[in-house]
């Protein structure tokens, strides 16, 4: 079976994914004679390829040239290669177009694992397996809206054996709040997100002053975006990652616009290993 295309993304798609896949080779030539077992782990997977979402309403055909290669088809052709392969993905159809690269990659056929459900679930119990094993990972996250759980973040980094790509979605995280700092109702799920309710410090504006008569007067007002919201995550990732987090954040965006940041995390606290691991990731994000 042939894999199926999505429609989604931009320009900023393949900029993502560029930078992931020159660090999964970097890493697979630092780490190929350490002794370690080599995983790579794909949440929220989709179906292995996509195609520039279109604006118009009209029907059009897709060419060869349109179709851009995901996260997983680009891992598997890193080499040297990963030990195994961890694809997981919701949708079945999804799931049936991911099971399609077993053909196309006959050689890694019986390293590709494919999941099917919960990412958060998935992700937990891979890290729990994880600390069982002699393995390092590299984890790329790319999650749909604000799905990923803040739980999820701290398992990962608790392995000690994880690199971690994210692609924060930070403007689905600022739309939460309007421009008056009103919050919507998706608001509430940033605290499940974030694991804590303190963002809101950094993007919302509690004043008060008096009117004419002395009387006091609240007022509330926006006054971060995407921006604070991406630099946040990375502050709170430190918490979780004891290696550390790259201080660079790819900013992504469909027209310029700042709609997602992708930034790095290192759980491994070896000095040798947190600096290798950031210097990788220091010199894709700049390329």
Not at 46 to 67: K, M, V, Y
Not at 226 to 247: D, I, P, Y
Not at 263 to 270: E, L, T, Y
Request: with cysteine; hydrophobic share 40%; glycine share 10%.
């Amino acid at each position: 079976m042939a894999v199926v295309p999505q429609e989604f993304g931009s320009g900023h798609t393949e900029t993502k994914l560029r930078v992931v896949q020159k660090y999964l080779e970097a890493f697979t030539v630092a780490l190929k004679k350490q002794g370690f077992r080599l995983i790579y782990v794909d949440a929220f997977a989709g179906s292995g390829a996509s195609t520039p979402r279109s604006d118009s309403q009209q029907i059009r055909l897709i060419g060869a040239d349109d179709i851009i290669d995901g996260s997983t088809r680009r891992a598997l052709r890193v080499s040297p290669s990963f030990d195994q392969f961890i694809f997981i993905e919701k949708l079945g159809r999804n799931l049936e177009s991911l099971a399609g690269l077993r053909e196309e990659f006959p050689e890694k056929k019986n390293k590709i694992v494919l999941l099917q459900g919960d990412a958060n679930q998935k992700l937990r119990d891979f890290a729990a397996n994880l600390e069982k094993q002699n393995a390092r990972a590299v984890v790329f996250i790319d999650p749909f809206g604000l799905s990923l759980d803040w739980d999820t973040i701290s398992a990962l980094g608790r392995t000690e054996r994880v690199d971690l790509w994210y692609l924060v979605p930070a403007g689905g995280m600022s739309r939460q709040i309007k421009l008056d700092g009103t919050e919507l109702e998706g608001a509430k799920l940033l605290d499940r997100v974030l694991g804590t309710s303190e963002w809101r410090a950094r993007i919302i504006s509690n004043t008060t002053a008096t009117d004419l008569f002395g009387d006091p007067v609240s007022s509330t007002s926006k006054i971060g975006g995407a921006g604070e919201l991406s630099q946040f995550v990375q502050e709170r990732l430190a918490t979780a990652f004891k290696g550390g987090v790259s201080k660079r954040a790819l900013p992504l965006g469909r027209g310029g616009r700042h709609e997602f940041s992708l930034v790095f995390a290192c759980a491994n606290p070896s000095l040798k290993a947190r600096s290798l691991a950031l210097k990788l990731a220091d010199d894709v994000l700049k390329a």
